[in-house]
């Protein structure tokens, strides 16, 4: 065992013993409020979180929430709380219809992307990012929030041009699973409101509603003792409370305003059964939902030292769920068991799982009887400790983080705090309450806790949904049920408890030599050589405490087997990693790092191959004993390969089932003839041409040898620390010569133009994809630019083909410009329709990109563009993960690191005319690829 971690090990042993013997603190002291947090509320009731939070730097998350959602409407009203939401974007008292989306672009803030907003049963939130370079934007984006508050205007004329548009989102909601879903969610909810107050509302309310019902709604609800401002970010709190008086201190409450009511879940008072099939289920699934209870959040610290002791328990249950499906015959493909919220203040245990071919008995067997083990015969001592250690970690890195969390995170939770009573009392009490009872927690404990949670002869509902076809019989009700008891009644056994090493290699590898140094200031890395060849770029960072991101690329990958290889090298990653490494399952691997914030991977694409790995700072020589067995201990492992094949084959069995994924493989085999590289949905007979030992053979002659690798190591490190744990991780793997470049497969789309329909599906809905593709130079300038003319192309979509003729919810255009295989460009315009206006949709569209081509972009366009790409490139370049993924992209395509600081310039150097290029020389209107998808039934 390394030195280094004996001594964390030492350390975690002597930091539990030492917390145990500490004072804990009182149960009966209330939970504090995040010191950081300004909660206020004015005189009308409105109340406010303010926060300063400096990451991302010059950003401000602004929210206004609202207790109104689909829960509230009248019977003329069903899908007006989320119509609401839509008119906010549509005229206001200081922005009128269209102005406000152009106003926030222009300071870049993209629509969609950064302002956005939802609806739920009981809540309407909107959500609006702020750069705050100029104050102006601050005093601006709170008048906004002020205006979405109590001053949209709801024009007949306005609400008129977006019925379209929500009707439009409607119908890209329909499918097998809204069908079976107004079914179930009645029985689900046991008859209450919530199965009749679905947000997207009903489709003859949202046609023929009056003006005045949506009118009515805003009145009765949007009122401030019912909002929520929250404002986190780069901002003066004292300024921001300045401003959120002045905005929203003149609201005013109705006089006899309705009493704000949360709707009542009944009482499950019998057991019930339902089986609902549909020919477009994607797949067969269980559930048992037992009795609906109260959830209520807890205010002190008793009360989250029971949370705890919940969660502690619901991880070890999840563990051993997961073990279920390492049988060589699972007996389902996915599943566990667990509380899960329902609604705001209720909560339920359910059962769930993805059924395989052996249908639902096997899964009901397994889950049930797994959960009577846990009530009957509790967890093991081993269990709870590798537990507690994991749960510690997670505080603890989040704690490490507390400084440069970003500030969406914080809203998140004071949103919750606001809507549903969440307590928030900050990372640092929570991390010192983690600390000073989790060692107090006994296994009777948990034990206890389980035995009262897991149901045992209450009242459930016992659901099947699944694919309606001949060759899967529908489940008898009574049988569902009656198996169900069966489980429950069958004998069980208590779990043996297992040892578990203490860590991965009982001996080191022997350390290689770092034979070559070199420092760039400019990009702050240090390129290390090492004695087998492999090269390893150092960038440490302070972007974050407690994060380390690990990289590895090289060419070749899957294009050096044959055609008749190609699906063993496919599935090779995901083979290996389901066997494990060394002696140890992938669920023994969890055991032993448990309480260790760690994980490695490999991975095979077309034209190479990666390595990953993440870390917390003190967990950095476990990622790369990690890494380094699985290049150099894979495990073999038959029945794990047996079980994997067999879940993929349950999973593969209705993949075609929905038309989405039949038009989805439609494309790909029409744009590509059919190729046999090109990656389809799979089918059951895929997996009988997976091998085994192909598998191994093909993982260890390419993962065998680390010849040509070059590493990439971002985070929060010392490099000199780190230096000799590459030299006895990485400088250690062994260089049998391979092949370090890919070879071409071919795979080339077809020329001119080419329309196809595909017919599948029972709803009035159509689906348009429209790809451009070609040969072309790959350049940075030039993927910039390409990329700059979509983004303003996807402006004026939005701008005509929703907004001004409302054919269209949402969709757009997409590209990229390729150096590998070969120079290579690919455009795909996906559009979402009804059938009746699929040419529509095509004309307008093309007109948009011919008028790109003759007359290019506006200058306030563009301008738009760069902007919101400047604000991102901000913020990205705080991120390791940015960081990571560049020098991985440039070193593949041969670019100079360096050329990640020369992006501004590159934004900068943009001009309409560039677009205007790029939009004659990448849309060939003599060759496309052009797939629709319609409704089976003409007509519809």
């Not at 619901?314 to 599943?335: H, K, N, V, Y």
């Not at 640092?428 to 989790?438: D, F, G, H, T």
């Not at 260790?596 to 476990?622: F, H, I, P, W, Y």
């Amino acid at each position: 065992m390394p030195l280094r971690l004996i001594r964390l090990a030492a350390l975690a042993l002597l930091s539990l013993s030492f917390l145990a013997q500490a004072a804990a603190p009182a149960l009966s002291e209330p939970l504090p409020v995040d010191p950081q947090v300004r909660v206020g509320k004015l005189a009308n009731g409105l109340t406010y979180y303010i926060q300063k939070n400096a990451r991302p730097e010059k950003k401000l998350e602004l929210r206004l929430v609202v207790k109104a959602g689909s829960i509230l409407e009248d019977e003329d009203q069903l899908g007006l709380a989320h119509f609401t939401e839509h008119m906010a974007f549509n005229g206001s008292t200081h922005f009128k219809r269209h102005e406000l989306v152009s106003y926030l672009q222009s300071i870049g803030i993209k629509f969609g992307a950064d302002l956005n907003a939802y609806t739920g049963f009981d809540e309407t939130v909107y959500i609006l990012p702020i750069p705050t370079d100029k104050p102006e934007n601050i005093e601006k984006g709170f008048l906004v929030l002020q205006d979405w508050a109590q001053g949209l205007k709801l024009n007949d004329a306005d609400i008129e041009s977006e019925r379209g548009i929500v009707l439009e989102e409607l119908r890209l909601g329909k499918g097998a699973n809204d069908r079976m879903n107004k079914i179930l969610l009645p029985r689900i909810f046991n008859g209450s409101r919530y199965a009749e107050r679905l947000p997207i509302g009903k489709a003859e309310v949202l046609r023929s509603f009056k003006p005045d019902a949506i009118r009515r709604f805003y009145k009765e609800w949007y009122r401030p003792e019912l909002m929520a401002v929250i404002a986190v970010g780069d901002i003066d709190p004292a300024a921001a409370e300045q401003m959120i008086r002045a905005n929203f201190s003149q609201l005013k409450n109705p006089e006899d305003a309705r009493p704000r009511e949360y709707a009542r879940i009944p009482e499950r008072l019998k057991s019930d059964v339902l089986v609902l099939r549909d020919r477009e289920a994607s797949g067969n699934m269980l559930l048992i939902r037992y009795p609906i209870i109260p959830k209520v959040e807890s205010t002190t610290v008793g009360g989250y030292r029971s949370d705890l002791v919940e969660r502690l328990a619901s991880a070890i249950l999840s563990q051993r769920m997961a073990e279920l499906t390492q049988r060589a015959d699972p007996p389902f493909i996915q599943g566990g068991s667990g509380m899960v919220k329902v609604a705001r203040g209720y909560r339920a245990f359910n059962v769930s799982a993805l059924l395989g071919k052996g249908g639902p008995t096997p899964a009901i067997n397994a889950l049930v009887q797994e959960n009577e083990r846990a009530r009957q015969f509790g967890f093991t001592a081993s269990e709870l400790e590798r537990a507690k250690r994991s749960l510690l970690r997670n505080y603890e890195r989040v704690y490490n983080e507390r400084e440069k969390s970003d500030s969406a995170g914080y809203v998140a939770e004071y949103i919750r705090n606001f809507l549903e009573g969440e307590s928030m009392p900050g990372i640092e009490n929570e991390y010192r309450y983690a600390r000073e009872l989790l060692p107090g927690i006994a296994l009777d404990e948990v034990n206890a806790f389980v035995r009262k949670a897991i149901p045992t002869e209450e009242p459930k509902l016992v659901v099947y949904m699944g694919v309606d076809s001949p060759d899967v019989p529908a489940p008898v009700p009574a049988e569902l049920l009656a198996a169900v008891d069966a489980a429950r009644g069958a004998t069980v056994t208590a779990r043996e408890d297992k040892a578990y090493a203490s860590q991965l290699l009982e001996k080191l590898p022997e350390p290689g030599r770092i034979v070559s140094e070199t420092r760039d200031a400019a990009l702050g890395t240090t390129e290390l050589v090492l004695g087998n060849g492999v090269h390893v770029i150092l960038k440490p960072t302070d972007f974050r405490n407690d994060q380390v991101l690990l990289g590895a690329v090289r060419l070749g990958g899957q294009s050096l087997v044959g055609d008749e290889d190609i699906f063993n090298a496919r599935y090779a990653n995901a083979v290996m990693a389901s066997m494990g490494a060394l002696d140890y399952t992938p669920l023994d691997l969890q055991k032993i790092l448990a309480g260790r914030s760690v994980n490695a991977a490999v991975s095979m694409s077309a034209l190479s191959e990666g390595l990953a790995g993440t870390a917390g700072s003190a967990d950095v020589e476990t990622m790369l004993q990690l890494l380094y067995v699985r290049l150099m201990y894979p495990r073999k492992d038959p029945a794990l390969f047996e079980s994997f094949l067999a879940r993929q084959r349950d999973a593969a069995r209705n993949s075609l089932a929905r038309p989405e994924a039949v038009f989805a493989d439609t494309i790909a085999s029409t744009l590509f003839n059919n190729h046999p590289r090109v990656p389809r949905a799979p089918r059951v007979e895929d997996f009988d041409k997976v091998q085994l030992d192909r598998i191994e053979q093909i993982y260890r002659s390419r993962f065998g040898s680390a010849k040509g690798w070059t590493f990439f190591i971002v985070g929060s490190f010392d490099a000199e620390k780190i230096k000799p744990l590459v030299a006895t991780y990485i400088a250690s793997l062994p260089v049998p010569d391979i092949p370090l470049n890919f070879h071409d497969p071919m795979v080339r789309p077809v020329r001119g133009v080419v329309k196809k329909e595909v017919r599948r599906g029972r709803e009035a809905k159509s689906s348009i994809s429209i790809t451009f593709s070609g040969t072309a130079d790959y350049s940075q300038m030039e993927q910039t630019k390409l990329q700059a003319m979509l983004e303003v192309l996807n402006i004026k979509l939005t701008e005509v083909l929703r907004e001004q003729k409302g054919l269209i919810y949402g969709g757009g255009a997409n590209g990229t410009l390729s150096k590998l295989p070969y120079g290579n460009y690919a455009i795909t315009l996906s559009l979402p329709c009804g059938p009746e206006n699929v040419d529509k949709v095509i004309d307008a569209a093309f007109a948009e990109i011919r008028k790109l081509q003759t007359q290019g972009p506006e200058a306030g366009d563009l301008e738009k563009v760069k902007q919101n790409w400047t604000n991102n490139h901000r913020k990205s370049m705080r991120e390791n993960g940015y960081w990571l993924n560049y020098f991985q992209s440039a070193y593949l395509n041969g670019l100079a690191p360096a050329t990640i600081l020369q992006y501004a310039e590159r934004v900068d150097a943009l001009k309409p005319g560039d677009l205007q290029k790029a939009a004659a020389r990448y849309f060939d209107f003599e060759n496309y690829v052009q797939v629709v998808l319609y409704p089976e039934t003409p007509g519809l």
